[in-house]
């Protein structure tokens, strides 16, 4: 079990805070172990824009058919949505830090920045904070986004708004893409995908999810 130490100023000198990278409950199936349907889903993924299978759907290729249905709305929100690419990586975002999803965050964060969302506000959705100097499609989607996630729904104002300026099939599309990732973080935080190649966490744990110790406490880890 790996181990990753953080100080928080927050905390006092003699209290350290650490959180455990737990086993992957999940993790790649070798092709010899696979049923034919899995080895069927599996070419599928492979021969599609994602190139191989990596993170999220070695777990989905438990369940064959789920992962072909999958597999098929992951490529329409990824590659094929209409919506704003910027629009579609910062609502990915904002689900990755709202189930703490280490894996979809560190994917979707170069994706977000190269299309155009500024770092100021990558980070403030980061750090759980409402970004300042947002684009008017940027305040809009953050608004329909949080109050969805918060709320299981949106007021008519926040949905009047949304509709003027992304229209109904928009809306559609953005509640797909939060539905989509949603799911992703569901399953990875279950069966505790790892980050590819090793990388560390690029999200801190929320203050609810912090296990703080004293020296000498035994280790009580933080489910990534």
Not at 34 to 53: H, L, N, S, W
Not at 64 to 87: N, T, W
Not at 156 to 166: H, I, L
Request: proline fraction near 8%; aromatic fraction near 8%; glycine fraction near 6%.
């Amino acid at each position: 079990m790996a181990l990753n130490e953080k100080s928080s100023a927050a905390s006092s000198p003699t209290r350290e805070m650490r959180y455990a990278v737990l086993p992957d409950r999940m993790p790649p199936i070798p092709i010899e172990k696979m049923t034919d349907a899995q080895k069927k889903i599996a070419a599928e993924i492979a021969a599609g824009p994602r190139g191989k299978v990596e993170g999220p759907y070695w777990p989905i290729l438990r369940s064959p058919e789920f992962a072909s249905h999958m597999q098929k709305v992951g490529a329409y929100v990824r590659y094929d949505c209409p919506l704003d690419r910027k629009i579609n990586q910062m609502a990915a975002l904002m689900v990755a830090r709202s189930w703490t999803q280490q894996f979809v965050w560190d994917v979707h964060i170069l994706q977000a920045l190269e299309a155009g969302l500024k770092p100021a506000i990558a980070e403030a959705i980061a750090e759980g904070r409402r970004p300042a100097g947002m684009a008017e499609d940027e305040e809009i989607l953050y608004d329909f986004v949080t109050e969805l996630l918060a709320n299981k729904s949106v007021s008519d104002p926040t949905y009047a708004r949304t509709v003027a300026k992304f229209g109904e099939p928009g809306i559609i599309d953005i509640l797909g893409i939060i539905g989509y990732h949603m799911t992703l973080a569901l399953i990875m935080n279950v069966s505790r995908a790892p980050l590819l190649e090793g990388r560390s966490f690029p999200l801190e744990p929320t203050p609810s999810q912090l296990r703080f110790l004293t020296p000498g406490a035994a280790l009580r880890g933080w489910r990534g």
